[in-house]
């Protein structure tokens, strides 16, 4: 096996132990294969950092830059790895100080968005169940 394609490999299991899938092609596929063997094969996969904690990381510049959609996955992945809505919560509580008010408020909007999404999708599931 090459080393690109070791790299890929490396960034998929590593994409999938975050976000709990597979990454999902869309309309611009070259751009995932990028991200897929550079950031989640090389950056994530470093020594030092623990993948929860490169979440957080993660959580937080996607919170300052303000980019909802990356912020409802990063905060799903947050959730999958086994943090508590709180400490969510509490990760955008205290970008106020160092973001603003607006960057804070911001991410507390698409938190209780995310939360009320699988409340409403883990009440579907339990109807399944009956």
């Known amino acids: 096996m090459s080393q690109p394609d070791a790299r890929h490999e490396q960034g998929v299991a590593m994409f999938h132990q975050v976000f709990g899938r597979e990454p999902r092609p869309g309309s611009h596929p070259e751009f995932l294969r990028i991200t897929v063997d550079h950031l989640f094969g090389e950056i994530w996969t470093r020594p030092h950092l623990s993948v929860e904690e490169r979440e957080l990381v993660a959580l937080t510049a996607v919170a300052l ?44 909007r698409v938190a209780q968005e995310v939360f009320a999404e699988l409340d409403a999708a883990a009440g579907k599931d339990a109807d399944r169940d009956r």
């Open 65 to 108: 830059a303000r980019t909802d959609w990356e912020l409802r996955g990063h905060i799903g992945a947050a959730l999958h790895l086994g943090m508590s809505r709180e400490k969510v919560v509490e990760v955008i509580i205290q970008l106020a100080y160092y973001g603003g008010w607006p960057v804070a408020n911001n991410g507390l």
